[in-house]
């Protein structure tokens, strides 16, 4: 007989094991890497730890994706993409995962999350933060995901901001 | 910004070598002086054009949790609720957006437990229903925007 699972509820993120040395490394490069020529023997002299050791952690955490980037970390205001929405769709369960990373190759696409539906006051479940220079930019770019991703049949909706009360960065331990 | 800032932004949002000399090794990459490079790095975080140099974590690994919570805010009531949530520091931003669910804020806890006992309170204290939807699966996150 032909079983197919279409449809099983995806696997949270277990939190990693870590160990203090981890979670000091951690903690102090949250805020960035030091701008020297010598970035990891730097953090290894304040850690007292040797290079070789420092770099083998991070390349563990960024295996592990406890890193989930490692790199710059761009403003978009700041850098021209001055107008996002929250676009959210309606997708039939079997679909969302095929969808979702339909969805997230596009570079203008920042975030896509699968979310719960509450229904009956919100049918959404697939979450996506679309970026473009402008409104008119945005919505172009929306247009071009559904059609890409074969979208049009999806009920769908755009939530731009109106107002920001509040932005703060996360902070660990 | 000029087109050196601008290659040095777009190569370095693919990620960073994890070498003796990674700064050596990208300017050699892009044909400039190590010097250089890093002079325009510090420069473009000084003037805020960079948030960051450096890792960003998976909370949830490190034992946190997130949750995108939306509230259907009566306009009268808009200023004194935003007031309320805002007081709880787990709140980690809160925007507002045109839909009926106007209100839409982030909480970011050091525990998931911490997600609900926040969202009961805000609950008590506004009189109003929250809607919490937490993550249950995340996509490949395209941080790479051309510039």
């Known amino acids: 007989m032909d079983m197919k699972v279409k449809y099983r509820l995806p696997s949270l993120p277990q939190q990693a094991v870590l160990d203090d040395t981890d979670q000091a490394l951690i903690t102090l490069i949250q805020t960035g890497l030091p701008l020297s020529p010598t970035p990891y023997a730097d953090i290894a002299k304040e850690l007292q730890l040797n290079e070789e050791d420092v770099i083998q952690r991070i390349q563990k955490l960024n295996d592990d994706n406890v890193i989930k980037r490692f790199g710059v970390v761009v403003r978009h205001h700041e850098l021209g993409y001055k107008a996002n929405a929250m676009t959210v769709w309606n997708i039939p369960d079997d679909a969302v995962s095929e969808l979702g990373a339909c969805m997230g190759q596009f570079d203008f696409v920042t975030l896509c999350y699968r979310r719960p539906r509450r229904l009956p006051d919100w049918p959404y479940n697939l979450f996506t933060m679309i970026h473009g220079k402008d409104r008119d930019d945005v919505l172009a770019n929306i247009e071009l995901l559904a059609k890409r991703c074969n979208l049009d049949e999806n009920e769908h909706k755009v939530l731009f901001s109106t107002r920001r009360f509040k932005q703060r960065g996360a902070i660990y331990r | ?147």
Request: net charge negative; glycine share 4%; aromatic share 8%.
């Open chain 2, 1 to 147: 910004m000029d087109a050196l800032d601008r290659k040095i932004i777009n190569l370095l949002q693919t990620g960073f070598p994890l070498t003796e000399a990674p700064f050596l090794d990208v300017a050699v990459q892009l044909g400039v002086e190590e010097k250089e490079l890093l002079k325009r790095l510090s420069d473009l975080l000084e003037n805020k054009t960079l948030s960051r140099f450096g890792p960003m974590y998976d909370a949830q690994k490190l034992g946190g949790a997130f949750s995108l919570v939306a509230v259907r805010v009566p306009e009268d009531k808009y200023e004194i609720v935003t007031a309320i949530v805002n007081s709880f520091p787990e709140v980690a931003h809160n925007y507002k957006r045109d839909h009926d669910l106007n209100m839409w804020y982030v909480l970011a806890t050091d525990s998931p437990e911490k997600i609900d006992e926040v969202n009961a309170k805000i609950e008590k204290k506004s009189g109003l229903k929250v809607y919490n939807m937490p993550k249950l699966e995340e996509y490949y996150i395209g941080l790479n925007l051309p510039v």
